[in-house]
């Protein structure tokens, strides 16, 4: 089968190779996918420059891509819930991602049915993103009637962060560029902000939560309007103490992100705010939720391009040139 590999870090960013590699075989605990088509993110890119190795320390050479939309060819003896020829999407375990390739291995438990509305394409836009807003509301205790502001909204984190925080209940904020304000405001968003014309943190205090989407250069600016005792996580920033601890990592990485995440830390408790960090991982039960709500409001997932596999080097740079007004999407099969 053709997959796209990545053979060695580079800080700087390097072409990945489509090469033949045999088709993986299954566990019992996994299911075989023939991917239709699979999202790329910046993700990818930062996996590329070894950005991500103290979070996951990936062996090389490693099959690249973390979310796909499939159908079920094969299943290990311990699968229940599936069928043969289901049609499933899910954002790939961390240790084992594979999504660049026409089959990858999959555990079972990390997998979910897909909305049958949903094309192949907006369904491989969806896990990764969607996973992300759903796992962070979770950290942060996200309720209903409560505010959060999201940076960005008009972005492909937006169009999935908005309507799953509508379906919690919560009142959401949101900026962008003025010309896709109709769109978001569709998504559910309560006010939008348009960048060039509103300062938001001018506008907008005492709110509950911040989901940062933009990294430092911003995070000032979103700690200046939540309320005291507010919680701010980051998608884009460090990983701090509380990141090492809530997702088990050894001692000596504790340490390391304790000290990498201290600045950020400081930040937040300058507005007597707390400061988090996400890293999102694979979820299963989390997808079959987002699988209902999408079936439930009828979300339509932004796409912007679509690459062959061919063209994952092209489809990788897109993605971080910026400026997307939805996923890159590569169509496998």
Not at 22 to 28: A, F, Q
Not at 115 to 138: F, I, M, R, W
């Amino acid at each position: 089968m053709k997959a796209v590999i990545l053979d060695k870090y580079d800080k700087n960013g390097k072409d990945v190779q489509i090469k033949d590699i045999p088709i993986p075989e299954i566990s019992d605990d996994e299911i075989l996918v023939k991917v239709h088509t699979a999202g790329v993110n910046p993700l990818d890119n930062m996996i590329i420059k070894g950005e991500v190795k103290l979070i996951v320390p990936y062996k090389m050479p490693l099959v690249m891509g973390n979310e796909f939309c499939g159908t079920i060819e094969k299943m290990g003896k311990n699968v229940k819930g599936f069928n043969k020829g289901d049609r499933v999407y899910a954002r790939m375990p961390l240790a084992k991602i594979g999504a660049f390739a026409e089959y990858t291995a999959i555990d079972y438990r990390a997998v979910a049915l897909v909305p049958e509305y949903l094309t192949d394409e907006e369904a491989a836009s969806v896990p990764l993103t969607a996973l992300t807003a759903l796992q962070s509301y979770d950290i942060m205790g996200v309720k209903k009637g409560e505010t959060i502001f999201i940076p960005g909204g008009t972005g492909s984190v937006g169009a999935m962060a908005i309507p799953i925080a509508k379906s919690i209940g919560a009142v959401v904020y949101t900026n962008g560029n003025g010309s896709s304000k109709e769109r978001v405001m569709e998504l559910g968003a309560d006010r939008f902000f348009d960048y060039k014309a509103e300062d938001y943190s001018e506008k907008l205090k005492n709110i509950d939560y911040v989901l940062d989407t933009l990294g430092e250069r911003e995070m000032e600016k979103e700690l200046k309007i939540l309320k005291n005792g507010g919680k701010l996580l980051s998608l884009r920033a460090m990983p701090n103490g509380e990141f090492a601890k809530r997702m088990n990592m050894p001692a000596i990485k504790k340490m390391m992100f304790s000290f990498a995440g201290k600045k950020f830390d400081k930040m937040a408790g300058k507005h007597n705010a707390k400061y988090y960090f996400i890293f999102v991982h694979e979820d299963g039960e989390g997808l079959k939720k987002i699988s209902k709500i999408f079936d439930e409001k009828k979300i339509r997932a932004s796409v912007d391009c679509v690459f062959s596999l061919d063209e994952a080097n092209e489809a990788l740079k897109k993605v971080a040139s910026g400026g997307s007004k939805g996923k890159t999407i590569i169509k496998i099969s």
